[in-house]
């Protein structure tokens, strides 16, 4: 049995005393998957070297009462302004989303914030370890120039300590709740995705979606997720209502027999907002970093057809560009 080297804790109903996992479920590919995908003729559409946003936003101190400002800084990169509190979600400003500088996916347009502009942070939320969510270069800047506490899952904090050890990294299982103050809290759930760092480390942290209560009602946050069989949306729904926002991913979807079971497409992202029964959804996760095969712009075309398909207007669940701002209506 191979040793964590992120996380020594007891058995749990998803710990098996080595790695993390979903009872019932499993997002595991084989190097022989990666490889049929590297290798398979199929079409793969090409990504401009550059797609810039015509956006940049420079947000305020802070936003008070019940007001929710939303900053698309790209990917999954999101801060979060209600309250009078700043929440970083996945704070990725390098280059590449990769363990080395020179070589991996790289960024095609800039953050639509510049490190400069942000104001000062309350917590930084990191949703699991993929480079393209954990980047310890973005975490060492932010150390320096806006410390916050990182509130991350199991196994993640020992990571960002080893590389960022000025940082006060805290982690904790699905289930718990971090008070935030102003009245708000922090709440980990789970998702339908995995870990890794390098080639033997899978499934040793722990990942989760995020859960901020708030006075004027939840908001739902989703680093990466498949969509299995909608169980977790549902239960959230359930868990914490009313949802205000959701914040869902909508890209790196394509093959689907390979990304089905870790990155939902748009049509699901749909289903998840009807499963959670929000008021309002912001889509992330798209249009930034070559991941996998689907077109640039395709997210945001598909993910207006799937709600004209399912009735719903585009203006329930928005699409915003890098730079570009979402104040989020109050609940219907």
């Known amino acids: 049995m191979p040793?964590?080297?992120?996380?020594?804790?007891?058995?749990?109903?998803?710990?098996?005393?080595?790695r993390f996992f979903i009872p019932g479920y499993s997002s595991d590919k084989s190097p022989a998957d990666l490889w049929r995908w590297r290798t398979e003729t199929r079409p793969r559409a090409k990504w401009p070297a550059d797609f810039p946003s015509a956006f940049r936003d420079h947000p305020p101190a802070r936003v008070s009462g019940d007001d929710l400002r939303v900053s698309y800084i790209?990917?999954?990169?999101?801060?979060?302004?209600?309250q009078g509190l700043n929440l970083l979600i996945d704070p990725l400003w390098s280059q590449r989303a990769s363990p080395v500088s020179f070589?991996?996916?790289?960024?095609?347009?800039?953050?639509?914030?510049?490190?400069?502009?942000?104001?000062?942070?309350d917590a930084i939320l990191v949703s699991h370890n993929h480079y393209d969510h954990l980047d310890v270069a973005t975490l060492r800047w932010l150390a320096r120039h806006r410390p916050a506490r990182v509130l991350t899952p199991l196994g993640n904090d020992a990571i960002i300590r080893k590389a960022v050890p000025s940082l006060r990294a805290q982690a904790f299982d699905w289930g718990a709740r971090v008070d935030l103050g102003h009245g708000c809290a922090l709440?980990?759930?789970?998702?339908?995705?995995?870990?890794?760092?390098?080639?033997?480390?899978?499934?040793?942290?722990?990942?989760?979606?995020?859960?901020?209560?708030?006075?004027?009602g939840a908001i739902y946050h989703i680093g990466d997720t498949g969509y299995h069989d909608g169980a977790i949306?549902?239960?959230?729904?359930?868990?914490?209502?009313?949802?205000r926002l959701a914040i869902i991913p909508i890209g790196a979807y394509d093959p689907?027999?390979?990304?089905?079971?870790?990155?939902?497409?748009p049509e699901e992202a749909v289903r998840i907002f009807g499963d959670l029964g929000a008021s309002w959804a912001m889509a992330?996760?798209?249009?930034?970093?070559?991941?996998?095969?689907?077109?640039?712009?395709?997210?945001?075309?598909?993910?207006a057809a799937a709600l004209d398909a399912a009735?719903?207007?585009?203006?329930?669940?928005?699409?915003?560009?890098p730079g570009e701002v979402y104040a989020a209506p109050p609940l219907t």
């Open 256 to 265: 689907r027999w390979f990304m089905k079971d870790q990155h939902v497409d």
């Open 3 to 18: 040793r964590n080297p992120y996380y020594s804790g007891p058995v749990s109903d998803h710990f098996d005393g080595t």
């Open 74 to 82: 790209g990917h999954a990169s999101v801060l979060i302004q209600t």
């Open 311 to 321: 009735g719903l207007p585009r203006a329930r669940f928005v699409t915003r560009r």
């Open 103 to 121: 070589a991996g996916p790289k960024r095609v347009n800039a953050p639509g914030v510049a490190l400069d502009d942000l104001p000062g942070i």
């Open 187 to 216: 709440h980990f759930e789970p998702a339908y995705h995995w870990s890794a760092r390098g080639a033997r480390d899978r499934r040793m942290a722990l990942w989760a979606s995020f859960v901020i209560t708030t006075p004027a």
């Open 284 to 303: 992330h996760h798209w249009g930034a970093f070559r991941l996998t095969d689907e077109p640039i712009d395709e997210p945001p075309r598909r993910l």
């Open 233 to 243: 949306f549902r239960a959230a729904r359930e868990k914490y209502p009313p949802i």
